[in-house]
């Protein structure tokens, strides 16, 4: 292990070679920092028909034409020796995934206990079977999305304890729930999934949790190209300045010097109010509304002044109105803001 403090950031990094470490340690920092992870409670049925239920956080969508999904069993830690769901897989070509939402948490953990062949965990965490229409594993009642898949490839890593095998499967039947499928799409509010991290802890994706970031409709200019003063803000952090160099031109300077020539061309209010507590409250426009009469003072803090511009500049991106994000970014240096005021 080295420590590292990165040339481009103030975090002192620690660094592992996975060559040094145990098999216990390398595991718990993947699943630590590979997290959150979507989890899969798959459904296999043995040759001999015995129903296996397991959940694998590994897990993931890799394609959808054709539709592949891919998890991960490994063998077993303490001795090598593959798990029931590996062996069922390998032996029939079938399986169920299904997603696990909050309500049904503590029951799928009780399907992660390693019980003896035969045992139907259906049974042992009290979920419901549902038949599946192509294939003979049964999917999980409970779940409100559900896809049948059939065995696509498997690669196996290494064969030795702890080592983990790609299982992919292409789906052959999507199943989803009436109630979380709305206009054509699955709603994420309403499927409240659960998430696996490191050790015994999991997230809920679920209220604030979600949060919704538009995909770009075109080439924004990118930070690199934002105004040095903007770019080197104090105040406007990684996720702020992407915001503003989402744009796909520069604003037009003369544009924001006219939109704040008729902001100061409105009457003030004798006791125009407390700035950070609109601040505060994220309503940027009452925001303002206090900043540019403190602007229109006597003497105006013009660094404090700048300070804040860029403080509101972040209420407006977290609104979504990059216009009015921008005119405060644009006129948060004191230089442009004392040429402002000079010509008011």
Not at 237 to 244: I, M, Q, S, T, V
């Amino acid at each position: 292990m080295n420590e590292k403090r990165d040339q481009h950031s103030e975090q002192l990094f620690l660094t592992f070679s996975p060559d040094d470490m145990t098999l216990s340690e390398r595991n718990h920092i993947m699943l630590g920092g590979i997290a959150p992870r979507p989890i899969a409670l798959v459904g296999t049925i043995s040759g001999e028909g015995y129903i296996n239920l397991a959940p694998f956080s590994f897990y993931n969508a890799l394609s959808a034409n054709p539709p592949i999904v891919a998890f991960s069993p490994a063998f077993r830690g303490s001795d090598g020796s593959p798990k029931h769901t590996l062996l069922n897989i390998l032996e029939t070509g079938e399986f169920t995934i299904n997603a696990v939402t909050s309500s049904m948490a503590e029951q799928v953990s009780l399907t992660s206990a390693d019980y003896p062949a035969g045992v139907d965990e259906f049974v042992k965490a009290g979920l419901t079977r549902r038949t599946s229409e192509v294939i003979k594993p049964p999917g999980v009642a409970e779940s409100p999305f559900i896809m049948e898949c059939k065995l696509y490839d498997h690669q196996d890593f290494g064969g030795g304890p702890g080592s983990g095998n790609l299982i992919l499967g292409e789906v052959v039947r999507f199943h989803v729930s009436q109630s979380i499928y709305i206009d054509g799409r699955l709603d994420p509010f309403k499927l409240d999934l659960i998430g696996r991290m490191g050790g015994e802890w999991y997230c809920r994706a679920r209220g604030s949790a979600l949060v919704k970031i538009a995909r770009p409709r075109h080439t924004g200019i990118g930070i690199d190209a934002l105004p040095y003063w903007i770019r080197t803000s104090s105040i406007l952090a990684g996720n702020d300045l992407a915001g503003l160099a989402g744009v796909e031109r520069l604003p037009d300077a003369e544009d924001i010097r006219r939109r704040w020539r008729e902001y100061f061309a409105i009457d003030s209010p004798e006791s125009p109010g407390d700035f950070d507590a609109e601040l505060e409250r994220g309503d940027g426009y009452k925001a303002r509304e206090i900043l540019v009469s403190r602007m229109k003072a006597p003497s105006p803090e013009l660094l404090v002044l700048s300070n804040d511009l860029h403080r509101l500049c972040r209420v407006f991106l977290r609104a979504g109105d990059i216009k009015a994000a921008w005119e405060c970014a644009w006129l948060g240096d004191a230089e442009k803001l004392e040429e402002l005021l000079e010509n008011m």
